[in-house]
Protein backbone atom coordinates (compact mmCIF):
# COMPACT_ATOMS: atom_id res chain seq x y z
CA UNK A 1 0.00 0.00 0.00
CA UNK A 2 1.26 3.32 -0.82
CA UNK A 3 1.58 6.22 1.88
CA UNK A 4 0.91 9.88 1.83
CA UNK A 5 4.35 10.66 1.63
CA UNK A 6 4.20 8.95 -1.75
CA UNK A 7 1.62 11.52 -3.13
CA UNK A 8 2.23 15.05 -4.17
CA UNK A 9 -0.31 16.51 -1.28
CA UNK A 10 -0.18 20.00 0.01
CA UNK A 11 3.21 20.51 1.97
CA UNK A 12 1.46 22.13 4.90
CA UNK A 13 -1.06 18.43 4.89
CA UNK A 14 2.25 16.46 5.18
CA UNK A 15 2.38 14.83 8.40
CA UNK A 16 -0.66 15.72 9.83
CA UNK A 17 -3.61 12.80 11.19
CA UNK A 18 -7.02 13.23 10.84
CA UNK A 19 -8.99 14.74 13.78
CA UNK A 20 -11.73 13.51 14.92
CA UNK A 21 -13.65 12.40 19.06
CA UNK A 22 -13.04 8.67 18.77
CA UNK A 23 -16.39 6.92 18.31
CA UNK A 24 -16.91 4.23 20.31
CA UNK A 25 -20.06 2.19 20.83
CA UNK A 26 -20.84 2.87 24.65
CA UNK A 27 -24.07 2.76 26.86
CA UNK A 28 -23.12 6.32 27.67
CA UNK A 29 -21.52 8.53 25.01
CA UNK A 30 -20.67 11.86 26.81
CA UNK A 31 -17.78 13.15 24.76
CA UNK A 32 -19.64 15.21 21.95
CA UNK A 33 -22.10 17.11 23.21
CA UNK A 34 -25.17 15.68 21.41
CA UNK A 35 -28.13 15.99 22.76
CA UNK A 36 -28.45 12.24 23.85
CA UNK A 37 -32.70 12.44 23.91
CA UNK A 38 -34.03 10.54 21.26
CA UNK A 39 -36.11 12.71 18.71
CA UNK A 40 -39.89 12.42 20.14
CA UNK A 41 -41.70 10.04 17.78
CA UNK A 42 -44.54 11.82 16.64
CA UNK A 43 -42.06 14.43 15.55
CA UNK A 44 -39.84 11.66 13.85
CA UNK A 45 -43.44 10.45 11.95
CA UNK A 46 -43.64 14.09 10.52
CA UNK A 47 -40.14 14.22 9.83
CA UNK A 48 -40.49 10.83 7.83
CA UNK A 49 -43.44 11.56 5.87
CA UNK A 50 -41.78 14.80 4.67
CA UNK A 51 -38.63 12.59 3.76
CA UNK A 52 -41.01 10.33 1.55
CA UNK A 53 -42.34 13.65 -0.64
CA UNK A 54 -38.16 14.59 -1.01
CA UNK A 55 -37.22 11.04 -2.25
CA UNK A 56 -40.09 10.89 -4.78
CA UNK A 57 -38.51 14.31 -6.68
CA UNK A 58 -35.20 13.15 -5.47
CA UNK A 59 -34.87 12.58 -9.37
CA UNK A 60 -34.13 16.70 -9.36
CA UNK A 61 -31.68 18.58 -7.99
CA UNK A 62 -32.40 20.65 -4.60
CA UNK A 63 -33.85 23.70 -4.31
CA UNK A 64 -30.22 25.66 -4.83
CA UNK A 65 -31.15 27.76 -2.17
CA UNK A 66 -33.07 25.97 0.34
CA UNK A 67 -35.27 29.09 0.12
CA UNK A 68 -37.84 26.73 2.50
CA UNK A 69 -35.56 26.06 5.05
CA UNK A 70 -34.10 29.60 5.29
CA UNK A 71 -37.65 30.75 5.91
CA UNK A 72 -38.47 28.18 8.42
CA UNK A 73 -34.84 29.30 10.35
CA UNK A 74 -35.27 32.79 10.21
CA UNK A 75 -39.05 32.51 11.47
CA UNK A 76 -37.27 30.26 14.31
CA UNK A 77 -34.36 32.78 14.72
CA UNK A 78 -36.50 35.69 15.31
CA UNK A 79 -35.23 39.17 16.35
CA UNK A 80 -36.42 40.67 12.66
CA UNK A 81 -34.30 38.68 10.64
CA UNK A 82 -35.63 37.26 7.22
CA UNK A 83 -34.67 34.16 5.31
CA UNK A 84 -32.00 36.68 3.12
CA UNK A 85 -29.95 36.69 6.58
CA UNK A 86 -29.80 33.28 6.78
CA UNK A 87 -27.60 30.48 5.26
CA UNK A 88 -27.08 26.65 5.90
CA UNK A 89 -25.20 24.07 5.22
CA UNK A 90 -24.01 20.49 6.47
CA UNK A 91 -23.35 21.65 9.79
CA UNK A 92 -21.22 24.31 11.17
CA UNK A 93 -18.74 23.11 10.59
CA UNK A 94 -19.25 23.56 7.00
CA UNK A 95 -20.94 27.09 7.81
CA UNK A 96 -17.34 27.77 8.87
CA UNK A 97 -15.42 26.44 6.22
CA UNK A 98 -17.83 28.40 3.70
CA UNK A 99 -17.08 31.17 5.56
CA UNK A 100 -13.47 30.42 5.58
CA UNK A 101 -13.11 30.14 2.00
CA UNK A 102 -14.92 33.32 1.22
CA UNK A 103 -13.38 35.78 3.80
CA UNK A 104 -9.84 33.61 4.94
CA UNK A 105 -7.62 32.09 2.43
CA UNK A 106 -4.18 31.69 1.77
CA UNK A 107 -2.21 34.74 3.84
CA UNK A 108 -5.05 35.56 5.79
CA UNK A 109 -4.96 35.48 9.72
CA UNK A 110 -7.87 34.23 11.89
CA UNK A 111 -7.47 35.00 15.38
CA UNK A 112 -9.10 32.70 18.19
CA UNK A 113 -8.69 32.39 21.94
CA UNK A 114 -7.85 28.98 22.81
CA UNK A 115 -8.96 26.81 24.55
CA UNK A 116 -11.71 26.98 22.13
CA UNK A 117 -13.47 24.68 19.69
CA UNK A 118 -11.05 22.15 18.34
CA UNK A 119 -12.28 22.84 14.53
CA UNK A 120 -11.81 26.62 14.07
CA UNK A 121 -7.85 26.28 13.68
CA UNK A 122 -8.45 22.97 11.92
CA UNK A 123 -10.73 24.49 9.18
CA UNK A 124 -8.75 27.70 9.47
CA UNK A 125 -4.95 25.75 8.56
CA UNK A 126 -7.66 23.36 6.20
CA UNK A 127 -8.13 26.56 4.01
CA UNK A 128 -4.68 27.67 3.99
CA UNK A 129 -4.93 30.47 6.49
CA UNK A 130 -2.86 31.04 9.38
CA UNK A 131 -4.44 30.65 13.51
CA UNK A 132 -3.15 33.06 15.59
CA UNK A 133 -3.54 33.25 19.26
CA UNK A 134 -4.51 35.29 22.03
CA UNK A 135 -5.09 34.18 26.04
CA UNK A 136 -8.18 34.77 27.71
CA UNK A 137 -8.77 36.65 31.23
CA UNK A 138 -9.56 34.49 34.45
CA UNK A 139 -11.24 31.70 34.15
CA UNK A 140 -11.59 31.53 30.57
CA UNK A 141 -13.14 34.92 30.34
CA UNK A 142 -12.58 37.42 27.33
CA UNK A 143 -12.89 41.16 28.46
CA UNK A 144 -13.61 43.88 25.75
CA UNK A 145 -10.19 45.02 26.72
CA UNK A 146 -8.23 41.73 26.38
CA UNK A 147 -10.43 41.36 22.95
CA UNK A 148 -9.40 44.91 21.78
CA UNK A 149 -5.67 44.24 22.38
CA UNK A 150 -5.41 41.01 20.94
CA UNK A 151 -6.66 42.33 17.74
CA UNK A 152 -4.63 45.40 17.73
CA UNK A 153 -1.76 42.91 18.40
CA UNK A 154 -2.38 40.71 15.60
CA UNK A 155 -4.53 42.54 13.04
CA UNK A 156 -6.68 39.29 11.68
CA UNK A 157 -8.99 39.15 9.03
CA UNK A 158 -11.27 37.31 11.08
CA UNK A 159 -12.07 37.24 14.68
CA UNK A 160 -13.95 34.00 15.83
CA UNK A 161 -15.40 34.21 19.41
CA UNK A 162 -17.25 30.86 20.65
CA UNK A 163 -20.44 31.54 22.82
CA UNK A 164 -20.74 29.41 25.06
CA UNK A 165 -17.46 28.53 24.35
CA UNK A 166 -16.63 25.50 24.08
CA UNK A 167 -15.17 23.38 25.83
CA UNK A 168 -15.23 25.33 28.79
CA UNK A 169 -19.18 26.63 29.06
CA UNK A 170 -18.01 30.13 29.06
CA UNK A 171 -20.34 32.90 28.53
CA UNK A 172 -19.30 35.94 26.49
CA UNK A 173 -21.03 39.43 27.16
CA UNK A 174 -22.24 41.62 24.44
CA UNK A 175 -19.64 44.31 25.28
CA UNK A 176 -16.69 42.08 24.12
CA UNK A 177 -18.59 41.11 21.37
CA UNK A 178 -19.36 45.05 20.11
CA UNK A 179 -15.62 46.05 20.97
CA UNK A 180 -13.94 43.36 18.81
CA UNK A 181 -16.20 44.56 16.35
CA UNK A 182 -15.24 47.98 16.19
CA UNK A 183 -11.52 47.01 16.73
CA UNK A 184 -11.70 45.67 13.51
CA UNK A 185 -12.22 46.16 10.02
CA UNK A 186 -12.27 42.35 9.60
CA UNK A 187 -15.28 39.59 9.95
CA UNK A 188 -15.98 38.78 13.25
CA UNK A 189 -17.48 35.37 13.63
CA UNK A 190 -19.70 33.81 17.00
CA UNK A 191 -19.93 30.61 17.06
CA UNK A 192 -23.39 29.84 19.36
CA UNK A 193 -23.70 26.53 18.60
CA UNK A 194 -25.07 26.32 22.32
CA UNK A 195 -26.86 29.09 22.71
CA UNK A 196 -30.13 27.31 23.51
CA UNK A 197 -28.65 26.55 26.38
CA UNK A 198 -27.62 30.02 27.84
CA UNK A 199 -29.33 31.58 30.68
CA UNK A 200 -32.17 33.12 29.74
CA UNK A 201 -31.18 36.63 30.76
CA UNK A 202 -28.00 35.84 28.88
CA UNK A 203 -28.52 38.14 25.17
CA UNK A 204 -27.50 36.65 22.09
CA UNK A 205 -25.25 37.74 19.51
CA UNK A 206 -28.24 38.31 17.41
CA UNK A 207 -29.02 41.38 18.44
CA UNK A 208 -26.00 42.72 17.58
CA UNK A 209 -26.33 42.11 13.74
CA UNK A 210 -28.26 45.57 13.04
CA UNK A 211 -26.25 47.82 11.45
CA UNK A 212 -22.89 45.36 11.35
CA UNK A 213 -22.45 43.66 8.16
CA UNK A 214 -19.40 42.15 9.30
CA UNK A 215 -20.97 40.29 12.28
CA UNK A 216 -21.66 36.59 11.60
CA UNK A 217 -23.60 34.15 14.09
CA UNK A 218 -23.73 30.83 13.53
CA UNK A 219 -25.68 28.34 15.03
CA UNK A 220 -26.62 24.29 14.32
CA UNK A 221 -29.38 21.83 14.64
CA UNK A 222 -27.26 19.55 16.44
CA UNK A 223 -27.48 20.28 19.70
CA UNK A 224 -30.40 21.49 21.06
CA UNK A 225 -32.76 20.14 18.50
CA UNK A 226 -31.10 16.67 18.56
CA UNK A 227 -30.80 16.61 14.77
CA UNK A 228 -26.49 16.13 14.99
CA UNK A 229 -27.03 12.91 12.37
CA UNK A 230 -28.57 15.20 9.86
CA UNK A 231 -25.98 17.67 9.71
CA UNK A 232 -27.89 21.30 9.46
CA UNK A 233 -25.39 24.60 10.61
CA UNK A 234 -26.30 27.75 9.57
CA UNK A 235 -25.45 31.39 10.17
CA UNK A 236 -27.15 34.76 10.53
CA UNK A 237 -25.52 37.60 9.45
CA UNK A 238 -26.29 40.58 6.91
CA UNK A 239 -27.86 39.32 3.15
CA UNK A 240 -24.43 40.83 1.68
CA UNK A 241 -22.55 37.41 3.57
CA UNK A 242 -25.03 35.03 1.92
CA UNK A 243 -23.65 36.55 -1.11
CA UNK A 244 -20.19 35.87 -0.25
CA UNK A 245 -21.14 32.59 0.29
CA UNK A 246 -22.98 31.54 -3.00
CA UNK A 247 -19.28 32.12 -4.59
CA UNK A 248 -17.55 29.25 -2.73
CA UNK A 249 -20.43 26.85 -1.97
CA UNK A 250 -20.99 24.12 -4.29
CA UNK A 251 -23.78 24.03 -6.15
CA UNK A 252 -26.80 22.23 -4.27
CA UNK A 253 -24.72 21.48 -1.22
CA UNK A 254 -27.74 20.50 1.28
CA UNK A 255 -29.80 17.64 -0.16
CA UNK A 256 -32.94 17.58 -0.48
CA UNK A 257 -33.53 14.96 2.30
CA UNK A 258 -31.86 17.52 4.43
CA UNK A 259 -33.84 20.42 3.95
CA UNK A 260 -37.03 18.33 3.73
CA UNK A 261 -36.25 16.55 7.65
CA UNK A 262 -35.16 20.28 8.79
CA UNK A 263 -38.04 21.72 7.84
CA UNK A 264 -40.55 19.43 9.33
CA UNK A 265 -38.59 19.27 12.34
CA UNK A 266 -38.38 22.91 12.43
CA UNK A 267 -42.11 23.19 12.14
CA UNK A 268 -42.29 21.09 15.56
CA UNK A 269 -39.85 23.50 17.61
CA UNK A 270 -41.51 23.67 20.84
CA UNK A 271 -41.24 19.35 21.10
CA UNK A 272 -38.24 19.51 19.98
CA UNK A 273 -37.04 22.06 22.41
CA UNK A 274 -38.91 20.44 25.11
CA UNK A 275 -35.51 18.65 26.22
CA UNK A 276 -33.18 21.45 26.62
CA UNK A 277 -34.79 22.52 29.72
CA UNK A 278 -34.40 19.10 31.29
CA UNK A 279 -30.96 19.10 29.72
CA UNK A 280 -30.29 22.56 31.43
CA UNK A 281 -31.11 20.73 35.10
CA UNK A 282 -28.52 17.38 34.38
CA UNK A 283 -25.74 20.19 33.76
CA UNK A 284 -26.83 22.22 36.67
CA UNK A 285 -27.26 18.97 39.21
CA UNK A 286 -23.44 18.09 37.52
CA UNK A 287 -22.27 21.33 38.68
CA UNK A 288 -23.74 20.92 42.00
CA UNK A 289 -22.24 17.56 42.82
CA UNK A 290 -19.04 17.67 41.37
CA UNK A 291 -17.42 19.48 44.64
CA UNK A 292 -19.02 16.95 46.84
CA UNK A 293 -16.79 14.19 44.73
CA UNK A 294 -13.63 16.27 45.25
CA UNK A 295 -13.93 18.07 41.66
CA UNK A 296 -14.14 21.69 40.61
CA UNK A 297 -16.15 22.31 37.50
CA UNK A 298 -16.53 25.20 36.05
CA UNK A 299 -19.88 27.39 35.34
CA UNK A 300 -21.54 26.36 32.27
CA UNK A 301 -23.90 28.13 29.87
CA UNK A 302 -23.65 25.01 27.49
CA UNK A 303 -24.89 21.68 27.81
CA UNK A 304 -21.71 20.23 29.26
CA UNK A 305 -19.47 20.88 32.04
CA UNK A 306 -15.74 21.04 32.32
CA UNK A 307 -14.07 20.01 35.53
CA UNK A 308 -10.60 20.36 37.54
CA UNK A 309 -8.95 18.80 40.17
CA UNK A 310 -8.63 15.04 37.93
CA UNK A 311 -5.19 13.54 39.28
CA UNK A 312 -4.46 11.82 36.69
CA UNK A 313 -7.49 12.69 33.77
CA UNK A 314 -5.99 9.34 31.30
CA UNK A 315 -6.52 7.00 34.13
CA UNK A 316 -10.54 8.38 34.83
CA UNK A 317 -11.01 8.31 31.50
CA UNK A 318 -9.99 4.61 31.17
CA UNK A 319 -11.95 3.78 34.49
CA UNK A 320 -15.17 5.54 33.09
CA UNK A 321 -14.76 3.69 29.32
CA UNK A 322 -15.07 0.66 31.29
CA UNK A 323 -18.26 1.46 32.85
CA UNK A 324 -19.25 1.60 29.39
CA UNK A 325 -19.39 5.64 30.04
CA UNK A 326 -17.17 7.75 26.79
CA UNK A 327 -16.47 11.40 27.86
CA UNK A 328 -13.54 14.02 26.72
CA UNK A 329 -10.14 14.76 27.59
CA UNK A 330 -9.75 18.18 26.01
CA UNK A 331 -6.11 18.58 26.60
CA UNK A 332 -6.38 21.00 29.67
CA UNK A 333 -4.52 19.79 32.42
CA UNK A 334 -5.97 17.66 35.46
CA UNK A 335 -9.53 18.60 33.65
CA UNK A 336 -12.28 16.58 31.86
CA UNK A 337 -15.64 17.52 29.78
CA UNK A 338 -18.53 15.61 30.14
CA UNK A 339 -22.05 16.17 28.13
CA UNK A 340 -25.34 16.82 30.29
CA UNK A 341 -27.86 14.25 28.98
CA UNK A 342 -30.56 12.41 30.53
CA UNK A 343 -31.30 11.96 34.21
CA UNK A 344 -30.54 8.32 34.43
CA UNK A 345 -26.77 9.34 32.43
CA UNK A 346 -26.20 12.34 35.27
CA UNK A 347 -26.89 9.68 37.91
CA UNK A 348 -24.70 7.03 36.66
CA UNK A 349 -22.26 9.22 35.62
CA UNK A 350 -22.19 10.91 39.14
CA UNK A 351 -22.52 7.39 40.70
CA UNK A 352 -19.43 5.89 38.85
CA UNK A 353 -17.19 8.88 39.76
CA UNK A 354 -17.87 8.48 43.09
CA UNK A 355 -17.22 5.24 42.96
CA UNK A 356 -13.75 5.47 41.68
CA UNK A 357 -12.93 7.63 44.79
N1 LIG B 1 -19.30 24.82 16.96
C1 LIG B 1 -19.08 24.34 18.18
C2 LIG B 1 -18.68 25.28 19.26
C3 LIG B 1 -19.22 22.97 18.44
O1 LIG B 1 -18.95 22.49 19.66
C4 LIG B 1 -19.60 22.11 17.38
C5 LIG B 1 -19.77 20.62 17.56
N2 LIG B 1 -19.14 20.03 18.57
C6 LIG B 1 -19.80 22.67 16.13
C7 LIG B 1 -19.67 24.03 15.96
C8 LIG B 1 -20.12 21.86 14.93
O2 LIG B 1 -21.33 21.26 14.97
P1 LIG B 1 -22.10 20.82 13.67
O3 LIG B 1 -21.12 20.78 12.53
O4 LIG B 1 -22.64 19.49 14.02
O5 LIG B 1 -23.15 21.86 13.46
Known amino acids: MASLSDLPIRDDLRGLTPYGAPQKHVRYALNVNENTHPIPEAVARDIVTSLAHAVLTANRYPDREFTALRESLADYLGHG ?37 SM ?30 AIERHTPDLVFLCAPNNPTGTGLSLETIAAA ?91 MLAMVDDIIGQRDRIIAELPELGYRPWASEANFV ?52
Open 81 to 117: LTREHVWAANGSNEIIQQLLQAFGGPGRRVLGFPPTY
Open 120 to 149: HPIITAGVGSTWVTAERDADFEIGPETAVR
Open 181 to 271: YDATDGIVFVDEAYAEFMPKDRPTALTLLPGRERLVVSRTMSKAFAFAGVRVGYLAADPVIADALRLVRLPYHLSALTQAAAVAALAHTPE
Open 306 to 357: LFDGVDDPQATFNALLERDILIRDVGISNALRVTAGTAAETEFFLRSLAELG
